[in-house]
């Protein structure tokens, strides 16, 4: 039950910007595809034949398999992860459809939202068992969230509109509630933007009313999540107890015991909200939260509490693995950077993230910096993505080496390069390797691994767990 109140609060996922997909091919034509796909299907013909589930989810793994190492063949690696998507909806595995156009996603300019819900609108006639019909359910609440969260509410209408019917026939009260609750928020949400529309051009006219500037303000900060526009408005809106919060933020920037208080009157107002409203609202306070920490002003119970906070912000934020499957190794293909220059003759190699791992001195590490303080590694994911574990490796080659990764940590950015940093992770002392499961799901982008003391840093590989933002 509570896992499923917590997927009908997950809105952590986003679309593609239009600057990204410019840089991506469009699908090949269809001519392309036809020929594509026979050769697909003659090279997998026995897989193709073998109709039992089981089967049929192992041919959408070999399939995602094929299309991840085929390169210089657009053609080709679309209709793997075509055939990927149709081949698992078929089998009433969603998640597994929706990992497929998340790969064609990554891979080709197209509309992963639209794809997802279409997908998802082929296989619904044929969603007849119980746990299918769950599975479709929860894949839809995955796509409505994903547009909403990203101001697209026609389309998380029709992820709502298409997860009610079908939750009924679970007869599950807690999924039909949840489905209700869904199309309740995503059509008032939808309406509200329309509404917003005309209160703009009056904003811009200069035509506004306080009511006016209360409905667009509430509207940019707690249905789209666009505070920076959101705030000002607020600032001249009717509602006295908005207004006092957004003439606060300005002033709580650089006191910790100003962010904390602002940070838990957020936190309260979100209390007595729900849906997309209260998310927006815990994330915004966990924000104000997360300043006072990494300023060092909070002690105590009320440090506690900030922590505590933080982490319910990021769970509701971040994909969670009953809904989209379990994490992934989504590191291969990262970059990272040295904080200090490399020792002569060891360069850093990229065996560090790729899974070969090593490189340098019998093969013993992947890279090795100069004897410093604090030197660290900034590995970037290359997007927003959400982090659940990480699996670093020591220095192989020498056995007295590796106490010199006794005080190794972990700090992530969802910001940039330069941080702000959130220390995730301090090892208790030296190992071989490390295995790190966070304890909730984490977005960033940037992840830094270091040390806390003078040393050379050394690592022969590092492994980075989750789901990627797409």
Same mark, same amino acid.
């Given at each position: 039950?509570?896992?499923?109140?917590? $997927?009908?609060?997950?809105?952590?996922?986003?679309?593609?910007?239009?600057?990204?997909?410019?840089?991506?091919?469009?699908?090949?034509?269809?001519?392309?595809?036809?020929?594509?796909?026979?050769?697909?299907?003659?090279?997998?013909?026995?897989? +193709?034949?073998?109709?039992?589930?089981?089967?049929?989810?192992?041919?959408?793994?070999?399939?995602?398999?094929?299309?991840?190492?085929?390169?210089?063949?657009?053609?080709?690696?679309?209709?793997?992860?075509?055939?990927?998507?149709?081949?698992?909806?078929?089998?009433?595995?969603?998640?597994?459809?929706?990992?497929?156009?998340?790969?064609?996603?990554?891979?080709?300019?197209?509309?992963?939202?639209?794809?997802?819900?279409?997908? #998802?609108?082929?296989?619904?006639?044929?969603?007849? *068992?119980?746990?299918?019909?769950?599975?479709?359910?929860?894949?839809?609440?995955?796509?409505?969230?994903?547009?909403?969260?990203?101001?697209?509410?026609?389309?998380?209408?029709? /992820?709502?509109?298409?997860?009610?019917?079908?939750?009924?026939?679970?007869?599950?009260?807690?999924?039909? @509630?949840?489905?209700?609750?869904?199309? &309740?928020? +995503?059509?008032?949400?939808?309406?509200?933007?329309?509404?917003?529309?005309?209160?703009?051009?009056?904003?811009?006219?200069?035509?506004?009313?306080?009511?006016?500037?209360?409905?667009?303000?509430?509207?940019?900060?707690?249905?789209?999540?666009?505070?920076?526009?959101?705030?000002? #408005?607020?600032?001249?809106? *009717?509602?006295?107890?908005?207004?006092?919060?957004?003439?606060?933020?300005?002033?709580?920037?650089?006191?910790?015991?100003?962010?904390?208080?602002?940070?838990?009157?957020?936190? =309260?107002?979100?209390?007595?909200?729900?849906?997309?409203?209260?998310?927006?609202?815990?994330?915004?306070?966990?924000?104000?939260?997360?300043?006072?920490? =990494?300023?060092?002003?909070?002690?105590?119970?009320?440090? &506690?509490?900030?922590?505590?906070?933080?982490?319910?912000?990021?769970?509701?934020?971040?994909?969670?693995?009953?809904?989209?499957?379990?994490?992934?190794?989504?590191?291969?293909?990262?970059?990272?950077?040295? *904080?200090?220059?490399?020792?002569?003759?060891?360069?850093?190699?990229?065996?560090?993230?790729?899974?070969?791992?090593?490189?340098?001195?019998?093969?013993?590490?992947?890279?090795?910096?100069?004897?410093?303080?604090?030197?660290?590694?900034?590995?970037?994911?290359?997007? &927003?993505?959400? $982090?659940?574990?990480?699996?670093?490796?020591?220095?192989?080659?020498?056995?007295?080496?590796?106490?010199?990764?006794?005080? #190794?940590?972990?700090?992530?950015? @969802?910001?940039?390069?330069?941080?702000?940093?959130?220390?995730?992770?301090?090892?208790?002392?030296?190992?071989?390797?490390? &295995?790190?499961?966070?304890?909730?799901?984490? /977005?960033?982008? +940037?992840?830094?691994?270091?040390?806390?003391?003078?040393?050379?840093?050394?690592?022969?590989?590092?492994?980075?767990?989750?789901?990627?933002?797409?």
């Amino acid at each position: 039950m509570t896992r499923l109140i917590r $997927i009908a609060v997950w809105v952590g996922a986003t679309l593609v910007a239009a600057a990204a997909m410019a840089d991506l091919p469009a699908p090949p034509d269809a001519a392309a595809q036809e020929r594509a796909q026979k050769l697909v299907r003659d090279l997998f013909k026995d897989a +193709y034949t073998r109709k039992a589930p089981a089967d049929r989810v192992a041919l959408v793994k070999v399939l995602r398999m094929e299309a991840e190492r085929t390169s210089g063949d657009l053609a080709g690696k679309f209709v793997l992860l075509r055939e990927a998507r149709d081949i698992a909806a078929g089998a009433g595995d969603f998640a597994g459809a929706m990992e497929a156009v998340d790969d064609l996603n990554r891979a080709f300019a197209i509309d992963a939202v639209e794809m997802k819900l279409t997908t #998802l609108r082929a296989a619904s006639r044929g969603v007849n *068992s119980g746990e299918g019909q769950r599975s479709f359910v929860r894949a839809c609440f995955v796509v409505g969230g994903a547009a909403a969260e990203a101001g697209n509410f026609d389309a998380a209408v029709r /992820a709502a509109a298409m997860a009610e019917p079908v939750a009924r026939a679970t007869r599950d009260p807690v999924l039909v @509630s949840v489905a209700s609750a869904q199309s &309740t928020e +995503y059509l008032r949400a939808q309406k509200d933007a329309v509404r917003a529309k005309s209160v703009q051009e009056r904003v811009d006219a200069n035509r506004a009313t306080a009511e006016d500037y209360l409905m667009l303000g509430e509207f940019l900060c707690f249905t789209k999540g666009d505070w920076a526009r959101g705030l000002p #408005l607020l600032v001249k809106s *009717s509602n006295a107890g908005l207004k006092e919060l957004a003439v606060r933020e300005g002033t709580a920037t650089a006191d910790a015991a100003a962010q904390r208080e602002l940070a838990n009157a957020w936190w =309260d107002l979100a209390e007595k909200n729900k849906g997309l409203r209260r998310g927006r609202m815990r994330r915004h306070a966990a924000a104000f939260y997360q300043q006072a920490l =990494d300023g060092g002003g909070l002690r105590g119970l009320e440090r &506690t509490r900030a922590e505590k906070r933080v982490a319910v912000a990021a769970a509701e934020e971040g994909y969670l693995p009953e809904a989209v499957g379990e994490p992934r190794w989504i590191s291969k293909t990262a970059t990272y950077t040295m *904080s200090a220059e490399a020792e002569p003759d060891h360069p850093a190699l990229p065996n560090l993230l790729d899974g070969r791992g090593g490189g340098n001195q019998n093969n013993g590490f992947a890279f090795h910096t100069k004897d410093v303080n604090s030197p660290y590694i900034t590995i970037d994911l290359g997007a &927003t993505a959400r $982090i659940a574990r990480l699996e670093i490796s020591n220095r192989r080659d020498d056995p007295g080496a590796l106490k010199r990764a006794k005080t #190794l940590a972990v700090w992530t950015s @969802s910001g940039d390069a330069q941080g702000p940093w959130r220390l995730v992770w301090e090892a208790a002392g030296a190992e071989k390797e490390w &295995t790190i499961e966070l304890p909730t799901p984490v /977005a960033v982008r +940037y992840v830094k691994i270091g040390l806390r003391e003078k040393n050379p840093l050394h690592l022969f590989a590092v492994k980075i767990f989750g789901w990627d933002g797409n």
